[in-house]
Each structure stands twice: as C-alpha cells, then as structure tokens.
C-alpha cells in the first residue's frame, strides 16, 4: 500500500507562485514514478507533470512548461509542484499520484494506481 498526502495549496492572487508537496508512505518511494495531475469544475482529470523514480527524467503537459516544475526528494519521500505565474485557468484541485509498476504511459490518470485526496488551489483574477 502506499499513501499520498498533498499540501500547500490555497488562495492566491495572479502572477503569484503556490509550491505544492505530496508525502508518500508505504512502499519503497524511489521506485516509482510519481505525477501530478489536476481537476477544475466540470473537467476531467488532467495531467500535468510526472517525474521518474530517480528523478532523472520529468514530464510536462506542453501548456504548463516554463511555468510549472516537478522535483522529488527521495531522500524525504516527497515530490513537489512548483508553480509560477499562476492564472485563473489554473484553478483546480491538483492530486498526486504514483503508479507502482513498470511501463505505462506517464501521461494517463488511468496508469496510476495510487492518488492523494487533492488539494485545491484558487487563483483569482
């Protein structure tokens, strides 16, 4: 079993920066990869950025890149959602996830077999 719990998001204005945590329990965290995906009103479920287990290799939605950056610390057992810029569109609750097992495309919620109960974060105009 693996938990997921997310932090950090909130109310903010746009133009400003929100850092999103996820703290993973369980199985040995560096094994496995780990994303961040988001949920605004009436939409699906969207991904956002991935990261591998070593951290070397990350993954982004292309409208996000600039603006958004993953990290890992497996050392802490947590991945983090550095987001800058933020906007409006950018208003929604943003789960972490972890899929524990090789293969599968980093891009599809459905790929993933562990999530967060989500955190929402508020941009305002």
């Known amino acids: 079993q693996v938990q997921l719990v997310e932090s950090g998001g909130g109310l903010v204005q746009a133009g400003d920066s929100l850092r999103l945590s996820c703290a993973a329990s369980?199985?040995?965290?560096?094994?496995?990869?780990m994303g961040w995906f988001r949920q605004a009103p009436g939409k699906e479920r969207e991904f956002v950025a991935a990261?591998?287990?070593?951290?070397?290799?990350?993954y982004y939605i292309d409208s996000l890149k600039g603006r958004f950056t993953i990290s890992r610390d497996n050392a802490r057992n947590t991945v983090d959602l550095q987001m800058n810029s933020l906007k409006p569109e950018d208003t929604a609750v943003y789960y972490c996830?972890?899929?524990?097992?090789?293969?599968?495309?980093?891009?599809?919620?459905?790929?993933?077999?562990?999530w967060g109960q989500g955190t929402q974060v508020t941009v305002s105009s």
């Open positions: 369980g199985r040995i965290f560096s094994n496995y990869d």
């Open positions: 990261i591998s287990g070593s951290g070397s290799s990350v």
């Open positions: 996830a972890t899929k524990t097992y090789s293969g599968g495309s980093h891009y599809l919620p459905n790929n993933y077999n562990y």
